[in-house]
């Protein structure tokens, strides 16, 4: 899948023709365009004060390399030496990491295109580079260095004067399994990398977060004071490759006691009616072909989350690279006889090869969930017709008792009309280049937040200190998950959480309302065409040393607010089933078809009809945007 080889041909038919840049569109300038409506958060006189905007950036797994050349090798030398095509401002389509060029000039874009049009950052981790060569080992110094270069970069980029704290917004980063040495191991703290990380992160954990930082290096902040807390994870306690610990059940392990934080605080703040939202480096993958965390952890965080649902607005992470989303099913917690699932496979760095089987595998599972019944597929305007109490009942409709019976059994099967048998993770694609660079920035509604506190405004001693220790918040409800009853139940060894009482409404993650994530933007550099327009300048000039003044320039790839392949009306779960639903199709309706000719049919015997293929379009979307559109047709047409 996606050979080298075919990518650089595609490099060298690139090069034959000169693309002009598209004209740089500043961003958000149309203030309908503003996620909630007509709201102008510029024009609010000349005080300083700013209001939210309604947006965030993700971004992730920046791998900076000061080793990087170009014009080096690009398969043999990690992009470190010899000779070969290793761009100016990096490798695109390689295992190579990233030049400080590009590291800066993504910089440079944010600070001229989102600085004040985003409420907070997460950052999920690796900003160092990998250990991949041989002839440069990496040094505790080195990864130090590279983490704080990064950190400087944010603190500089949202420096602001007024503001107590020194910064206009909130960063929230977290611990990557290449922030560490060696990679993937990281010991029960207090560790020597906890209290480094306190150290170069100091200005973005709240103080009185620190002591429970540098024992296990996760915290929470309030980006927004009293209403959002984003916690940061350290996935690296639930890493099946960190063979340094062992997961989540045993009360001696960092994970028991990472989980224990979580709940904590979650129990904290749903009776500060706050919302959260968590953040980690490893996602939670767990397909047929691909598991990422220790099953103990997966099973206590599956749980964590089902039962936080309303506390819960969604969850972000890294590592892998890919674009994609997975989606946790509540039904297949079992913590009582939890098992591994067979031969997956839990290795660190995947192969594009096992990328595209891994894709395939999440599409299979999602293949497996509860379909709607026939008379539903209408993709779009079923799951939103839920909540229409004719639809469900069918008072006054055209659907007979049977329909009737079939639509109630299916919004049983996925937990109600909010589908809250399921949660959501959202993986980003990194600004390493193993395709394009890139980086997300997410909508999410402030109805209702207009006179919120501003995290800029306040100071750390007004954040209200949590109390970390023991504190007995939730008495010991026996744990019922398993339907029907097969098992025997031992009482679980650890407090389960406290779902949701039963008056409280769907939270932000289920329905539309403050704080809820409404669309995504994702941005690329399209590193073919800005490494092509310097090599051009560099031979016009030949000046080879001196900098180049070509920028690089992110543009959108998709945005899912108006991408009508995708379809989402906001980024709530029910949305994300319906989209995995519509991927996992395997006979879509005509609107998801895409149909094409496939002309290694053509033997001249077929009709034009017979040679036509039929294709899910919006599985063939959803793995070219996995691969940050850097896949070319041809390879998409074996894969999908
Ligand atoms: C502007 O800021 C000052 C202090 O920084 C404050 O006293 C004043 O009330 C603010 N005015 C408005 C209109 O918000
Ligand atoms: C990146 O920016 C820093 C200043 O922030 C500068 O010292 C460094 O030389 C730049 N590196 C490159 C490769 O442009
Ligand atoms: C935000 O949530 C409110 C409900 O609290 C809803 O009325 C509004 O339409 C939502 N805004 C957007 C832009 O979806
Ligand atoms: C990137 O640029 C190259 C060269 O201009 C072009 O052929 C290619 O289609 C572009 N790819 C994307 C995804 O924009």
Redesign the pocket.
């Known amino acids: 899948m996606i050979p080298r080889r075919l990518l650089h041909a595609l490099l060298l038919t690139a090069s034959a023709c000169a693309t002009p840049y598209p004209p740089q569109i500043p961003l958000f300038n149309d203030p309908s365009s503003s996620?909630?409506?007509d709201r102008d958060s510029t024009s609010s006189g000349t005080n300083s004060s700013r209001a939210l905007t309604g947006r965030f950036l993700h971004i992730t797994d920046f791998h900076p390399d000061s080793h990087y050349k170009s014009g080096t090798d690009i398969d043999d030398s990690a992009c470190h030496r010899g000779h070969g095509s290793a761009g100016y401002f990096g490798a695109e389509g390689s295992d190579c990491d990233t030049p400080f060029t590009l590291v800066n000039e993504t910089f440079r874009w944010i600070e001229n295109n989102l600085k004040d049009k985003v409420d907070f950052v997460v950052w999920t981790g690796d900003s160092a580079r990998h250990d991949s060569d041989e002839k440069f080992p990496r040094t505790e110094e080195e990864v130090v260095r590279l983490n704080q270069y990064l950190t400087d970069k944010f603190v500089d980029t949202f420096r602001s004067e007024e503001s107590p704290r020194g910064l206009s917004i909130p960063v929230v980063p977290t611990i990557g399994n290449n922030d560490i040495l060696p990679h993937n191991i990281f010991k029960d703290g207090p560790n020597r990398w906890t209290k480094k990380f306190l150290d170069i992160w100091k200005k973005f954990i709240p103080e009185y977060q620190r002591h429970s930082f540098v024992e296990g290096g996760w915290y929470a902040v309030e980006v927004i004071p009293n209403k959002l807390a984003v916690m940061s994870l350290n996935t690296m306690y639930f890493f099946e490759s960190n063979s340094a610990v062992d997961g989540c059940a045993d009360k001696s392990e960092p994970g028991y006691e990472h989980m224990e934080w979580l709940r904590v605080q979650l129990e904290l703040l749903r009776s500060r009616h706050m919302k959260a939202i968590l953040i980690g480096h490893v996602p939670p993958a767990r397909s047929s072909a691909k598991r990422n965390w220790d099953e103990t952890c997966w099973q206590k965080y599956a749980l964590w989350v089902n039962r936080y649902r309303d506390v819960i607005v969604g969850s972000l992470y890294g590592h892998m690279n890919i674009d994609h989303f997975m989606l946790q099913d509540s039904h297949q917690v079992d913590i009582v006889d939890s098992q591994s699932s067979a031969d997956a496979d839990s290795s660190d760095e995947i192969s594009i090869q096992s990328r595209s089987e891994y894709l395939s595998s999440l599409r299979k599972d999602w293949g497996k969930m509860p379909t709607p019944p026939d008379d539903m597929s209408d993709v779009v305007g079923w799951m939103d017709a839920w909540l229409e109490e004719d639809f469900v009942t069918g008072a006054g409709g055209d659907i007979d008792p049977q329909g009737r019976k079939k639509r109630r059994r299916f919004l049983e099967k996925i937990g109600g009309p909010w589908a809250e048998r399921y949660s959501v993770s959202l993986v980003s694609p990194s600004v390493v280049p193993n395709y394009f660079p890139t980086l997300r920035v997410v909508e999410y509604?402030i109805?209702?937040l207009e006179d919120a506190a501003i995290w800029a405004e306040s100071s750390s001693a007004d954040e209200t200190p949590v109390d970390d220790s023991d504190s007995d918040l939730s008495d010991e409800p026996s744990i019922d998950l398993k339907k029907g009853g097969k098992k025997k139940k031992k009482k679980p060894d650890f407090k389960a959480p406290k779902p949701p009482s039963s008056s409280t409404p769907p939270g932000p993650a289920y329905s539309?309302?403050?704080l809820?994530w409404?669309s995504y933007t994702q941005y690329y550099a399209n590193l073919t065409k800005i490494n092509h327009e310097v090599s051009k300048k560099q031979e016009s000039s030949r000046a080879e040393s001196s900098g180049v003044d070509v920028p690089v320039i992110f543009e959108v790839e998709y945005d899912t607010k108006e991408d009508d392949i995708y379809k989402m009306k906001?980024l709530t779960v029910k949305s994300y089933f319906q989209l995995a639903v519509r991927i996992a199709d395997k006979n879509p309706p005509k609107d998801d078809t895409l149909v094409s000719v496939d002309s290694s049919l053509d033997d001249g015997l077929l009709e034009p009809e017979q040679k036509k293929k039929h294709k899910n379009r919006v599985w063939r979307s959803f793995f070219k945007r996995a691969f940050v559109g850097l896949v070319d047709d041809d390879d998409l047409d074996d894969a999908v």
Do not use: E, R
């Open positions: 996620p909630n409506g509604n109805t209702g539309n309302q403050p809820t409404l906001d």
